[in-house]
C-alpha cells in the first residue's frame, strides 16, 4: 500500500531574478517580448518541467495566496501547516519552505534567538538589473558580456566591504537573443544587465543603500545606467541608449519589497566563513519537527544549480525520516558512471573517477624518497 502525505510548500520567494512561475502566468502577456521569451526560453523550463511532472503526481497548487504564518502546535514544537493571509488553515503532515530563509525565520515563525542571530550574519550583496528591449541589433554585444572596472579590487570592495554602489561599477550583459530566435523580433535585440551593489543599510553592520532616500535611489539607477551605457560605448563602440523601446528595472528595494528578500540580497546569505558548510542554517528546523527547508540561504548554498541540488538533499530528509523508499540510488549512478553507462551519453556527464596520485607524482616521490635514503646514509657515515 503506497503511504501518502500531506505536504505544504511554501513558496514566497519567487527565484527567477523576481519573476517565479505563479507571477510570470498572470504577467508575461504585459511584459516586453524579448522578457517574455528568456522566461520561457531559460530557467523557467525548469520550472514548467517540475509543474507538469508534479501535476502528473496529484500535486495542487495555489496561486496568488500569500502565506502569513507557518502554522504551529499548541506547544510549538511541530509544523501542522500553513495560515494564508486570508485566514484559511491548510493542514498538512510536513512543511517544506522556499520563502527567503531569513523572511522566513523572522516573519513565519515565532520569535526565537536563531532568528536573531540569522539578522546578524553577513548577506550577499544585491543589483541593479536592467531589462531592455531595443529597436535594432546590436552587433557588438555577444551572447555573455562581461565588463570589469579597471580599478576592480576597488570596485568590489565598496559592493562587499561598503554596501554600495562602486563609482566604475563591473556588470554582466546577456543578450538572449543571439541563442534564441523568440527573444526578440528579427531586426531587434534584448539586453539583460545585472549590476552588482551593496545590499540595503542594517542597523547591525552600520553600513547599506538606505531604502528611504528616494531621491538618491533615482540618482543610483540613473548612475548606474549611465555607466553601463558608457562602459559598453568606450569598450565596444555600440551605443545602446537611444535604442531601447522598453526597460523594467530591479533594484535592492523591489527586490526586498516584492520578494521578501532580506536586505534586497538577491543570493541569500553570503558564503564568508561563517555562512558555509556546517555554519550555514540547517535543511531540517533544529526544534520543529516537520518543517524543512530548501532555498540559497541554507544548505548547501546560493545559486540556481546549486539550489536544485539542495532541494534534493531535503527530499531525501523528508524520505528518510517517513521511512520511505527513495527512488534514486546515488551510489548506482556512481557506478554506472564510472563503466560508461548510458547509451548515447555524453563524455561531459559521464562520471570518472581519478586516482589521488598520477604517476608523475609517483615517480617524483620516489626519487626524492631514494635521494633522502642516500642523504640519511651518507649523513651517518
Known amino acids: 500500500m503506497t503511504r501518502r502525505v500531506r505536504i505544504v510548500c511554501c513558496n514566497i520567494r519567487s527565484w527567477l531574478r523576481g519573476y517565479g512561475i505563479q507571477r510570470a502566468a498572470s504577467t508575461r502577456s504585459g511584459l516586453p ?30 496561486f496568488s495566496c500569500p502565506i502569513s504564518q507557518i502554522k504551529l502546535s499548541n506547544d510549538n514544537r511541530t509544523a501542522t501547516g500553513v495560515i494564508l493571509a486570508s485566514g484559511e488553515h491548510l493542514d498538512a503532515d510536513l512543511v517544506v519552505c522556499n520563502a527567503d530563509l531569513i ?22 550583496c544585491s543589483s541593479i538589473s536592467f531589462y531592455w528591449s531595443l529597436d535594432r541589433v546590436i552587433p557588438e554585444l555577444k551572447v555573455h558580456n562581461i565588463f570589469l572596472a579597471d580599478e576592480y579590487r576597488e570596485s568590489f570592495d565598496s559592493i562587499f566591504k561598503h554596501q554600495t554602489l562602486p563609482d566604475q561599477p563591473s556588470f554582466y550583459v546577456n543578450v538572449p537573443s543571439r541563442v534564441d530566435p523568440t527573444a526578440a523580433p528579427d531586426g531587434k535585440d534584448a539586453i539583460v544587465v545585472l549590476c552588482p551593489v551593496g545590499h540595503l543599510l542594517t542597523t547591525a553592520e552600520g553600513k547599506g543603500l538606505n531604502p528611504q532616500t528616494k531621491q538618491d535611489w533615482d540618482a543610483l539607477i540613473n548612475k548606474a545606467r549611465n555607466a553601463v551605457f558608457n562602459t559598453i560605448e568606450s569598450r565596444t563602440g555600440a551605443k545602446i541608449s537611444a535604442h531601447i523601446t522598453n526597460e523594467i528595472i530591479n533594484t535592492p528595494l523591489t527586490w526586498k519589497d516584492n520578494f521578501n528578500l532580506d536586505k534586497g540580497a538577491i543570493l541569500g546569505l553570503s558564503h564568508s566563513f561563517f ?50 523508499h527513495k527512488p534514486w540510488n546515488d551510489a548506482g549512478f556512481v557506478a554506472a558512471g564510472a563503466k560508461g553507462y548510458g547509451q548515447g551519453q555524453k563524455e561531459i556527464d559521464r562520471i570518472h573517477v581519478q586516482p589521488v596520485l598520477s604517476w608523475f607524482h609517483v615517480v617524483v616521490l620516489i626519487v626524492l624518497a631514494l635521494l633522502l635514503a642516500l642523504y640519511v646514509v651518507g649523513f651517518r657515515r
Open 33 to 62: 517580448h524579448h522578457f517574455r521569451s528568456w522566461l520561457t526560453s531559460n530557467v523557467l523550463q525548469i520550472i514548467d518541467a517540475i509543474f507538469k511532472i508534479s501535476q502528473r503526481f496529484g500535486v495542487q497548487y495555489r
Open 103 to 124: 523572511y522566513a525565520y523572522n516573519n513565519l515563525l515565532p520569535p526565537s534567538s536563531l532568528a536573531e542571530s540569522l539578522n546578524s550574519r553577513k548577506a550577499s
Open 275 to 324: 555562512n558555509v558548510l556546517s555554519f550555514r542554517p540547517r535543511t531540517k528546523h533544529a526544534s520543529i519537527s516537520n518543517l524543512y527547508f530548501v532555498g540559497a540561504s541554507t544548505h548547501p548554498g546560493t545559486g540556481v544549480p546549486i539550489v536544485l541540488a539542495g532541494s534534493k538533499v531535503t527530499s531525501e530528509q523528508v524520505l528518510k525520516d517517513y521511512g520511505m
